[in-house]
Structures are given as structure tokens and as C-alpha cells.
């Protein structure tokens, strides 16, 4: 029994491996760029015979290294003839692994080594339909234990994203995080923003003394901007616009979304209409933070510390 129990840990602790694989020119790299923002750790250009010690070591590492992308292809020259016994030995003692194999048509690959000006690996010296049958011969082995296969002829980035995703994506990697800022414009709109709402129109809380010193956080400020007509429905109609776009970008494959909110300061009025989309995305179970950049930058900022 416990000799169960020890192997059901040590399948625990490994790793998720996906070795990537397939033609020059098909996308590799890309396809890579995006597992990586997934949260795996990449190694490109791995030698196959150093794959069994890399899942080793990574099956150790205490849980830090749980996805892991080995890139493995031709560029390895004559490491790459141990490939297939090294899948076949890794088969044999049960070490799972996904293979995902990149593929284009001829066309394609051309197409792209002409615009990218590079020599194709396996014909450095001749032309590169050349190198391209002497690979897809060589590649035929590997290619038959595929589990995905991905032809990306005729594949636009978001759509081998989105791919991507599909396949080796967790529910936390699919989500957009949502970044909400606020900000002051006198000390300038920031550079990273996907969508900026000016909200300098809004009644100001900033006239009246016994809310200068205080932020859009606190509830007597957030209650005054929030009583008047104009708020009421510029919120409605907010709302409104933001639920609609949110699932756009969603559905375009865009992994970060930063709407800032500014004012003339950054203290009042934008404070409380960030905080309000904030709540709304946080209840909503998505990724979101809040950041309010310039509220410590006035000069009334002393008074606000205890206020936020």
C-alpha cells in the first residue's frame, strides 16, 4: 500500500510536459511566446537526449516548475536522430508528455523564409523547397506520435493564440486581467492605457472645504459626486459600454486591459469612478486590480493618507 501511495506522489509531483515540435517556418516560436505567457517555462533548442534529466530535475524542484515547453527540432543537427528513441523510452516508463507538432504548407514556408531573408536549417546552402523535403522526411517519425498538430498556412496570430489556449490553457491563464487606473491629468495621461474616460465633468468635490482633503474613496466625497442627475446616468450609460467592450476584448485574445479614469488632480472624482468599476469587474470573479496613481501627488496629500 504504501508502495502506491510513493508512486501516486511521484506522479503528482511531475511536471505538465509539452515538447514542441516540427517544420522551420511553422510557427514554432510564436506558438511558444504564447505558452509561456500561459505560465510554462520554456527551453528552446533542447538536445533530446538531455529531455529525461530536464523532467528529472524539474519533478524536484518542489512544485515551482509544474509546465514546462521543451522545444525540440532539427536545429539540433545530429543530436535530433536519438529523438524518437527518446520518445519511445519515455513511453516505456510511463513519463506522460503531450507533443504538439507546428506544420505549414511548402507555400507558406517559403513565403515566410523569403520575407525573413534566412537560410532554411536543413539546406543552408541550396534552395529552401530543398531543406523543406529533406526536414519533412526526417520529421515523419516524430510526427506520427503527435498528439496536436497545428497547420498555421493559412493561421492568423489571434486565431494560433486562441488555439493555444484552447489547448493547454487553465481557467486563471484564459482570463484577461483588467487593470483599472485613476489618475490626475495635470500630471499627464498615462502611456499604457487601453481606454481613457475623462471624468473632469462630473460635479467637483474639490469646492467645497470639508471634502478638499479627501478622497473619491471616502464615503462622504463618494456620496456627493454620486447624488447629482448627470452622474446617475453617466454611470448607467458606463456600465453599459464597459460590459459590452470587456467580452470583446475577451473574445480578441487580449491577455491585459488597463482603463484609466482621470481628472484634474487624481483624487476625487476619477478615484470613485475607478473604484466603482473595480468593484463591479472584482464581483464579477475576474482578475482586476485597482491602482490611483496621483492621489498621493497633490498637495494636499498629507491630509489624504488616512482617508484611502
Known amino acids: ?29 510564436q506558438a511558444c511566446r504564447y505558452m509561456e505567457d ?9 538536445p533530446p537526449v538531455f529531455i529525461p534529466k530536464f523532467v528529472e530535475i524539474c519533478s524536484h524542484s518542489g512544485g515551482h516548475v509544474s509546465q514546462v515547453v521543451l522545444v525540440v527540432d532539427t536545429r539540433s543537427r ?27 504548407s511548402d507555400a507558406a514556408i517559403i513565403r515566410r523564409y523569403k520575407e525573413t531573408r534566412r537560410r532554411h536549417p536543413m539546406a543552408p546552402s541550396s534552395r529552401i523547397s530543398e531543406g523543406i523535403a529533406k526536414e519533412r522526411e526526417r520529421l515523419a517519425p516524430v510526427r506520427s506520435k503527435a498528439t496536436y498538430i497545428i497547420d498555421t ?30 489618475f490626475g491629468f495635470k500630471f499627464g495621461m498615462p502611456l499604457d492605457a487601453d481606454m481613457v474616460l475623462d471624468v473632469r465633468f462630473l460635479p ?8 478638499r482633503h479627501k478622497s473619491g474613496a471616502v464615503p462622504e466625497v ?15 450609460k458606463l456600465d453599459a459600454f464597459v460590459d459590452f467592450l470587456v467580452p470583446q476584448y475577451m473574445k480578441e485574445g487580449k ?4 482603463i484609466a479614469v482621470g481628472c484634474t488632480g487624481g483624487m476625487h472624482r476619477s478615484v470613485y469612478i475607478a473604484k466603482h468599476i473595480y468593484d463591479r469587474w472584482k464581483d464579477r470573479g475576474l482578475p482586476v486590480r485597482l491602482e490611483h496613481r496621483d492621489l498621493m501627488k497633490n498637495e494636499v496629500w498629507e491630509h489624504v493618507r488616512e482617508e484611502c
Not at 545530429?78 to 504538439?100: A, I, W
Open 1 to 29: 500500500m504504501k508502495d502506491v501511495e510513493k508512486d501516486l506522489d511521484a506522479r503528482r509531483e511531475k511536471p505538465r510536459l509539452v515538447i514542441v515540435t516540427g517544420m522551420s517556418g511553422s510557427g514554432k516560436t
Open 38 to 46: 500561459l505560465g510554462y517555462f520554456c527551453v528552446d533548442n533542447l
Open 78 to 104: 545530429d543530436f535530433f536522430g536519438t529523438f524518437v528513441q527518446v520518445l519511445e523510452d519515455m513511453d516505456k516508463s510511463d513519463t506522460p508528455y503531450e507533443m504538439l507538432f507546428m506544420d505549414a
Open 153 to 182: 498556412s493559412e493561421l492568423k496570430k489571434v486565431e494560433l493564440k486562441g488555439k493555444i489556449q484552447r489547448l493547454f490553457g487553465t481557467s486563471d491563464g484564459e482570463q484577461m486581467n483588467i487593470n483599472v487606473l485613476s
Open 204 to 211: 467637483n468635490p474639490f469646492y467645497h472645504e470639508s471634502m
Open 222 to 236: 463618494a456620496e456627493y459626486i454620486a447624488k447629482w442627475p448627470v452622474t446617475q446616468e453617466f454611470m448607467e
Open 255 to 258: 491577455s491585459q486591459l488597463v
